[in-house]
C-alpha cells in the first residue's frame, strides 16, 4: 500500500512570494491533515480537512489556507510568505476521521529567503 | 488549558541500557494517546495507539503503558537504530479529531 505522498519535497521562495505545497493522501483516507514543525519546535495544526470541506483550523493567519479535491489530494497555500514560516510542512491522512489512527508522509521543507 | 508535556527533552543512553520516556496530558476527555517515532528531516512514523487507562501495547524493545493523567514508552535494551525523537500526541473531546503533539523526547543510544 502506497503512503502518503507529498510534494515537492524541498522548495525555496523569497519573502512575499507564494508557497503551495501538495499532499496524496492513502488510498481510502479521506481525511487530510496539515502541520508545521518549524526547527526545534513540535507539530503545530494547521488545517484539517474531511470529505472536501474545511473542518478545523489551527492558530495560524489566514494567509494559510488549502482545500480538499474530490480525490481526497490536498493543497496548502501560503501567501506573503514571511522568513518564519520556513519549517517541514507535513501532512497526515486517516480513515473516518481517525479511528484507525494518522499516517504521515515526509514533510515539504519550504525555505524561505 | 489542553496540554501535552514530553520529559526529558533528551536522553542519552548506552546501548543496552533500558529507560522511560514520559508523556503527561492536561485534556478532559482523552479519546486516545499516539506515541510515533521521527527521524531527522522525515515524518513521523506510527509506534502506538492507547485508548483507555490500563491499556498497553509492545512492539519489539518498546512498550508503552497509559494511566489517566501520563503514559510511559518504556524502551528495554536499545540500540543505536532506536536513535529518533519520540512524539506523544492526543486526540480529545472538544479538540477535533486533530492530534494534539508534545514537543518530543530526542533519544541518543551510543555504542
Known amino acids: 500500500e502506497a503512503g502518503v505522498t507529498q510534494s515537492p519535497t524541498h522548495l525555496i521562495k523569497t519573502r512575499g512570494q507564494q508557497a503551495t505545497l501538495r499532499c496524496y493522501p492513502i488510498s481510502g483516507h479521506t481525511s487530510v491533515y496539515w502541520y508545521q514543525q518549524a526547527l526545534g519546535l513540535g507539530l503545530q495544526f494547521l488545517l484539517w480537512y474531511d470529505e472536501g470541506e474545511e473542518r478545523n483550523r489551527g492558530n495560524f493567519p489566514p494567509r494559510f489556507s488549502g482545500r480538499q479535491f474530490p480525490n481526497y489530494s490536498s493543497e496548502l497555500n501560503v501567501n506573503a510568505l514571511e522568513l518564519e514560516d520556513s519549517a517541514l510542512y507535513l501532512c497526515?491522512?486517516?480513515?473516518?476521521?481517525?479511528?484507525?489512527?494518522?499516517?504521515f508522509g515526509s514533510g515539504t521543507r519550504l525555505t524561505v529567503v | 488549558e489542553d496540554q501535552v508535556t514530553q520529559s526529558p527533552e533528551a536522553l542519552r543512553l548506552q546501548e543496552g541500557e533500558s529507560s522511560s520516556l514520559n508523556c503527561s496530558y492536561t485534556v478532559s476527555g482523552l479519546r486516545g494517546l499516539f506515541w510515533y517515532r521521527q527521524d531527522p528531516g522525515k515524518g513521523p512514523e506510527f509506534l502506538f495507539t492507547l485508548y483507555s487507562a490500563g491499556e498497553e501495547k509492545e512492539k519489539e524493545r518498546l512498550k508503552a503503558t497509559l494511566t489517566k493523567k501520563e503514559s510511559f514508552l518504556h524502551i528495554t535494551a536499545p540500540k543505536p537504530e532506536d536513535s529518533a525523537t519520540y512524539l506523544c500526541?492526543?486526540?480529545?473531546?472538544?479538540?477535533?479529531?486533530?492530534?494534539?503533539f508534545g514537543t518530543g523526547t530526542q533519544l541518543k543510544v551510543e555504542l
Open positions: 497526515a491522512s486517516s480513515y473516518q476521521q481517525g479511528r484507525y489512527g494518522y499516517t
Open positions: 500526541a492526543v486526540i480529545f473531546t472538544g479538540g477535533g479529531n486533530k492530534l494534539t
